[in-house]
């Protein structure tokens, strides 16, 4: 059995790219694996939060972990500030990172791209992110393709640790869906689907009702010419919405060509929109009943016990080997 951990940042409402780039993969890995699955409230206050809006939105994604099929007597589901090791683990990271290698992040590029102050956590993200996975020692992280770089810092740092201070960190794999891992936005094929985006017409949140989803679906932006067939360099618009259409079916991509040869876009569209409908109003029914039952808090608490004595064995072991002395409480 191997360890899995992945986290999403609670910087908005769960979109579709979030279900389809990462959720999908937590519910399908708990049946074989260890798994941690966190709220990554540390890393949303990297840009502003405003604190009702961050608790708001903590519990929000929470329920949104569980409504999505993740089972908390199989997944540890917990919030990131809850277990402190985190932020810990995250500093004594931070000290074996370059400045060149957070300076090469994209996300780092994209997201202080054009701003005139930019948070020193922007740019130390990805060593607390680091720290998330190698606090578990996981073996596996479940991510969309935008967070394969910060992968490969991660390995780098673990065997930097490893080289420096002996055997102590397995060396993690990223775990990427082969169709969906970059759902881009409806209005602009040429960006990510986005939770944090301005524009609502761009993404389908998870809550978003069936008649908002129609909405959205109709309007989405289509590429000139009217064969639906998948060609991410000349119908990128298209062949997103075929992936997401894939992915919430379960039909192939070429399953898909072959269904709508010889139609037009709008009749793949009205489909594609109760395809998203049906994914997600079971999801939906189980979000509405899990806020009302409460138990959310419970679960949290019980998730970041089981986290925290993990973490915990781990940071020890860490701070032993860098020289630190024991503390007694
Ligand atoms: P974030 O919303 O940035 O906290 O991302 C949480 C997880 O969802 C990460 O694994 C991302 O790679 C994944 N993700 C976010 N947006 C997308 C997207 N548009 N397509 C695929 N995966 C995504
Ligand atoms: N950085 C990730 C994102 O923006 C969220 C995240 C934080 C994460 N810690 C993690 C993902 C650990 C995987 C593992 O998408």
Redesign the pocket.
């Known amino acids: 059995m191997k360890r899995v951990?992945?986290?999403?940042?609670p910087s908005g409402r769960l979109t579709l790219g979030n279900y389809i780039g990462?959720m999908k993969n937590f519910v399908k890995l708990q049946d074989l694996h260890q798994c941690y699955f966190?709220v990554?409230d540390l890393?949303a206050i990297t840009v502003p939060q405003q604190p009702e809006t961050l608790r708001d939105l903590s519990e929000a994604n929470a329920a949104l972990f569980i409504a999505a099929g993740i089972d908390p007597a199989k997944s540890n589901v917990f919030l990131?500030s809850a277990v402190p090791q985190h932020a810990e683990l995250g500093w004594l990271l931070t000290t074996l990172t370059t400045m060149g290698e957070l300076e090469r992040m994209t996300?780092f590029k994209e997201k202080s791209n054009g701003k005139e102050s930019i948070g020193a956590g922007l740019f130390v993200?990805p060593s607390?992110?680091a720290a998330?996975?190698l606090v578990y020692n996981a073996d596996l992280?479940p991510?969309?393709e935008?967070?394969k770089q910060?992968l490969e810092l991660t390995r780098d740092l673990a065997g930097r640790f490893n080289h420096r201070y002996g055997e102590c960190f397995t060396l993690p794999e990223p775990y990427i869906p082969e169709v969906g891992a970059r759902v881009m936005s409806l209005d602009d094929a040429s960006k990510k689907m986005s939770k944090s985006s301005s524009v609502a017409a761009s993404f389908i949140a998870l809550l978003d009702p069936p008649d908002v989803i129609r909405k959205k679906i109709s309007r989405a932006t289509t590429d000139s010419g009217a064969e639906v067939r998948y060609d991410e360099a000349t119908k990128p618009e298209i062949s997103n919405l075929m992936s997401i259409y894939s992915q919430c079916s379960g039909s192939s991509l070429e399953d898909i060509r072959l269904k709508y040869e010889g139609q037009m876009y709008g009749g793949f569209k009205k489909d594609l929109a109760e395809v998203i409908v049906n994914t997600l109003e079971p999801l939906q029914k189980r979000y509405y009943e899990i806020r009302e039952s409460g138990e959310i808090q419970d679960i949290l608490a019980q998730g970041a016990r089981n986290a925290h004595e993990v973490a915990s064995r781990t940071l020890d072991d860490v701070k032993q080997r860098m020289g630190f002395l024991p503390s007694k409480h």
């Open positions: 951990l992945s986290g999403i940042q990462a966190m990554a890393h990131q996300q993200y607390l992110m998330d996975i992280v991510v969309g935008d967070q910060h």
